[in-house]
């Protein structure tokens, strides 16, 4: 009396996919006693996972959802039915790609608050946060953790900084974008908040103090 096919093993059996990645299981190993037979799916249909019936091969496509999957599987003969094995397959939310500024670098006032443009990135259906990964960067430097947007303030020394920034959502982090702050001295700005007055003559007097920024150098006032 033929006997059914006994030690069905998958190895591994578990996989871990991105979503939108198509994949494979390996090869089982099953003792068919003697004969041949095929290869079966028994836990419940999940649309894109299917099993090749003479290799036991277990395959999934690029519209699996996100999710853990129980995959039991059995081999039958003539003879019947063997136990079923089990394989688990993980589909993970993917990470954040394409993060980019545009433009990478900004040559800047010193001493004048600013910011950069948003920068674009493809969250690959879930979103998530930015944030600043380098660290040794002024206080003033800061990043919106929801638009990205990378802020400089008035207390940020004059110099070159190189600034690097990542995408995460639950599947992880982006590759980093890198954004080059530039600042730069530049030409004073100087004026008087009230440009004219009148007095009478004998009479002492002064203007307002004038309002005066420096770009991060220093210099002198004079009369022309």
């Known amino acids: 009396m033929p006997l059914p096919p006994d030690n069905l093993v998958y190895n591994p059996d578990n996989y871990t996919t991105t979503f939108g990645t198509p994949g494979a299981s390996n090869t089982p190993t099953v003792n068919w006693n003697s004969q041949t037979g095929t290869f079966a799916i028994i836990s419940?249909?999940?649309?894109?996972?299917?099993?090749?019936?003479?290799?036991?091969?277990?395959?999934?496509?690029?519209?699996?959802?996100?999710?853990?999957?129980?995959?039991?599987?059995?081999?039958?003969?003539?003879?019947?039915?063997?136990?079923?094995?089990?394989?688990?397959?993980?589909?993970?939310?993917?990470?954040?790609?394409?993060?980019?500024?545009?433009?990478?670098?900004r040559n800047a006032i010193c001493n004048t608050a600013d910011s950069s443009t948003v920068p674009g990135v493809n969250w690959n259906g879930e979103t998530g946060t930015f944030s600043i990964t380098n660290t040794g960067l002024p206080a003033g430097i800061t990043i919106n953790a929801t638009t990205g947007v990378i802020s400089w303030s008035t207390a940020v020394p004059l110099g070159t900084y190189i600034i690097n920034v990542v995408a995460q959502n639950s599947g992880g982090n982006s590759t980093p974008a890198t954004f080059t702050l530039t600042l730069n001295t530049a030409k004073a700005d100087f004026s008087y908040s009230q440009p004219s007055y009148s007095g009478t003559y004998g009479t002492a007097g002064a203007v307002n103090a004038a309002v005066l920024n420096w770009h991060c150098n220093t210099g002198t006032i004079a009369i022309a």
């Open 44 to 105: 419940t249909p999940v649309a894109g996972i299917t099993i090749d019936p003479v290799t036991g091969i277990i395959s999934w496509n690029n519209a699996v959802p996100i999710g853990i999957y129980k995959i039991a599987v059995t081999a039958t003969n003539t003879g019947g039915t063997s136990a079923s094995d089990t394989v688990t397959l993980t589909v993970k939310q993917p990470a954040p790609t394409n993060l980019i500024y545009t433009p990478s670098s």
